[in-house]
Every structure is written in structure tokens, then in C-alpha cells.
């Protein structure tokens, strides 16, 4: 029983050892923490939590980028609409102008006799 309660006091200190040792050296580090920020004790949850903000900036970026590209594509397909149109316009007035233009002819109603 002596001996149970020697090697439980020593993996006591040990892992309390280990503890202050952590935190030191994470004190030590420079990472910039926002100041609401949860404080998690778990590295595991410390990246999970890291990985969640990353990922809805991802998210919000995408969605502007998204947001922006169809502002432009509309913008785009509207500008090729008014572009369609004045190009079928030309395109009538260019056919119907040498048609209106050119004097009647008369018919031929034999050829070779």
C-alpha cells in the first residue's frame, strides 16, 4: 500500500510538472488571440476551434467573391443584350437599305430561245 501511494505521488508531481512547463513555454509564444476568445485548455479544442473560425472566414470570403461574380455576370449579360440588340438593328437596316435602293429590273421570262 506504501508503495501504491509513493508511485501515485510521484506521477502526481510529475504530471503537475509537466503542467507548468506547458504553460510556460505557451506564454512564451507570440500568437495573437482575440481577446473575447474562449480559452480552452485542450490543444485538440484549441484546433478545432482555430479550424472553425477558419473556415467561416473561408466561408464569408467565398460568399462575397461568390456575391461579386454574379453582380458581374449580370452586369455582363445585360451589356451583351443592349450589344445583340443594336447589332440586329444595323443588321436589318443594312439588308433592307441596298433592297429599297437598287432599281426594279424586269423579269426575264426566256432564256435561250
Do not use: C, W
Not at 505557451?26 to 484546433?47: C, E, F, L, M, R
Amino acid at each position: 500500500m506504501k508503495q501504491l501511494r509513493h508511485i501515485l505521488l510521484a506521477a502526481s508531481v510529475m504530471v503537475f510538472a509537466n503542467l507548468a512547463s506547458a504553460q510556460a513555454v505557451n506564454a512564451a509564444g507570440t500568437v495573437k488571440v482575440d481577446p473575447n476568445a474562449p480559452v480552452y485548455s485542450d490543444p485538440i479544442v484549441q484546433k478545432r476551434h482555430a479550424d472553425s473560425v477558419a473556415k467561416a472566414e473561408y466561408k464569408s470570403t467565398k460568399k462575397a467573391a461568390k456575391k461579386k461574380m454574379k453582380e458581374e455576370k449580370s452586369a455582363a449579360k445585360s451589356e451583351m443584350k443592349v450589344e445583340k440588340k443594336e447589332a440586329n438593328v444595323t443588321m436589318k437596316d443594312s439588308l433592307a437599305a441596298p433592297a429599297a435602293s437598287t432599281a426594279p429590273t424586269t423579269p426575264v421570262t426566256s432564256i435561250g430561245k
